[in-house]
Each structure stands twice: as structure tokens, then as C-alpha cells.
């Protein structure tokens, strides 16, 4: 059994379904949009999220960690059932994938400038991946400009905000791309 099958059966054994689905869909997320190049690492789900982003990944380890909220019934439920039939796959294989991005981005050399999002090599990655997933989001990255003798951050007409940036591609999908579907 070679590393990856290890993990998964780890991920199953602590998981169960969703975490067999996550090694799963991580693969095919590699093969998809990183030409199989990124190496893999435990993906983990966590009850809560070290801020307010879905997802979160842990370049020392090379962990990824995911919000364990992204499993739950699709209508308001008394049942909230740790199943795969409630995982919004979706949403979670989006977050996955923006995970990834920084996975790459880490293995390949890392970056600089002023934050794991708002940097050239994260916003190129949003652009590559915001074609191939047919979606119409530029990213640039953001520059304080002195607008009226302030400092102020310009997003130049078109480009994705800071925010979406830091939260796509789920940020800038709608709303019923997410929860106007069947889970399963
Ligand atoms: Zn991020």
C-alpha cells in the first residue's frame, strides 16, 4: 500500500465516507488543474475554522484542512448526520481546490509580497483556474493608491476584490451553483 493509500485509509478510518471523498476528489482536482504535480498530504476536517475561510492549509505539514460545516443537511433538519449524503460537494470540492492553490504555490518555490492571497503568483493561479473553470473573474493583485491624500486600496474596475480573491473560486460562483442542487 503505497503513502497516498495509507492516508486515505486514515482519512476514512477518523471520516468515514467524506473522508475517503476528499483524498478522492483531491486527486482529481490534481489531475484536473495542477497536471498531477502537487504532492499530497493528510486532508483533515476540523469543527472550526481558524478564521472565517472554509478551508486552510498548513504548509510546514503540508496538511489541508477543511470545515467540517460543509456537511450538513440541505434543508433545516433536526438530523445533522455525518454522512456524505450531507456534504455540499460542490462548495467543498472548491474549497479543496483553493486549498491546492496554495499547496502548489508552496511547493513550487512559495511567495512574496504582502499576503498568502494578495500576491502575483496567487492571483495568476486565479486566473488560470478562473478559465478553465469557465468562470469570468480577473484577479490583480491590489495596490494602495493615494486617492484625496489617502492611502487607499484600488481594485481596478473588473478585478476581483480582495475578498473574493482570498475565497475563490466560491466567492465569486452563485449562490445556486451551491445549494440550488441535490447533494447526491
Ligand atoms: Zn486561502
Not at 7 to 35: H, P, R, S
Not at 96 to 102: G, K, R, S, T
Not at 106 to 130: A, L, M, P
Request: hydrophobic share 35%; with cysteine.
Amino acid at each position: 500500500m503505497d503513502r497516498f493509500n495509507e492516508l486515505k485509509a486514515e482519512g476514512i478510518q477518523m471520516f468515514g465516507e467524506v473522508g475517503a471523498w476528499a483524498y478522492d476528489t483531491w486527486n482529481d482536482l490534481n489531475a484536473t488543474y495542477f497536471d498531477a504535480k502537487n504532492t499530497f498530504g493528510p486532508i483533515y476536517w476540523i469543527l472550526k475554522p481558524q478564521n472565517k475561510s472554509l478551508g486552510c492549509y498548513f504548509f510546514s505539514e503540508n496538511i489541508i484542512y477543511l470545515y467540517k460545516g460543509l456537511v450538513r443537511p440541505v434543508y433545516p433538519t433536526s438530523m445533522s448526520k455525518w454522512c456524505l449524503d450531507n456534504l455540499n460537494k460542490r462548495l467543498a470540492s472548491d474549497v479543496l481546490l483553493h486549498e491546492m492553490i496554495h499547496q502548489k504555490i508552496h511547493q513550487t518555490g512559495g511567495w512574496t509580497g504582502e499576503s498568502s492571497h494578495n500576491n502575483e503568483r496567487f492571483v495568476d493561479e486565479v486566473n488560470r483556474i478562473s478559465k478553465l473553470l469557465g468562470l469570468q473573474a480577473t484577479a490583480k493583485v491590489i495596490k494602495s493608491k493615494m486617492i484625496d491624500g489617502r492611502s487607499t486600496r484600488y481594485v481596478e474596475p473588473g478585478c476581483l476584490n480582495l475578498e473574493e480573491t482570498s475565497n475563490f473560486p466560491y466567492a465569486t460562483r452563485s449562490y445556486d451553483y451551491y445549494y440550488g442542487y441535490r447533494h447526491y
